[in-house]
């Protein structure tokens, strides 16, 4: 959980926040997301989403879409020393990652946003958070 600011270099290099970094045991699966992000998983958490994609009917044109666009998309990567990860190219061009990013806690994966395109997310969605609560079924705090 949470949300942290942090540049990306020229080579594609982000430091992921060690709050986040200290359940990733040395790596995590970053993939295309949802809403023009990234999103990003634990070993741990990766391979049962996998798997939940994998078990849908592949003979539905939208389930092979799915798969294709998640999967091909995704890469391992590996903490380096200073706590960044480098972020392949094709990954960076889907997300718009250029220099400012955030980093966002997402209940069972994170996310990385161009700052950008979250502040515009943000801004466009923040008034309506009361709304979106109620409109969920089942949910009640």
Not at 47 to 61: V, W
Not at 83 to 99: D, H, Q, S, V
Not at 106 to 124: F, L, M, R, T, V
Request: negative net charge; glycine residues 8%.
């Amino acid at each position: 959980m949470g949300e942290f600011r942090h540049s990306i270099d020229a080579k594609g290099r982000l430091t992921i926040p060690s709050k986040i970094r200290n359940q990733c045991q040395g790596s995590i699966f970053v993939a295309r997301g949802f809403d023009g992000c990234l999103a990003f998983y634990t070993k741990e958490e990766w391979e049962p989403f996998c798997q939940k994609l994998l078990a849908l009917p592949s003979n539905k044109k939208e389930v092979r879409k799915a798969i294709r666009f998640t999967i091909s998309s995704a890469s391992e990567c590996e903490f380096d020393k200073l706590g960044r990860i480098n972020i392949p190219t094709n990954l960076r061009t889907l997300a718009g990652l250029e220099k400012e990013c955030v980093i966002i806690g997402a209940g069972n994966h994170g996310e990385i946003w161009s700052q950008e395109k979250w502040d515009q997310y943000y801004n466009d969605n923040q008034d309506g958070y009361d709304d979106i609560l109620e409109s969920l079924d089942d949910f009640s705090l």
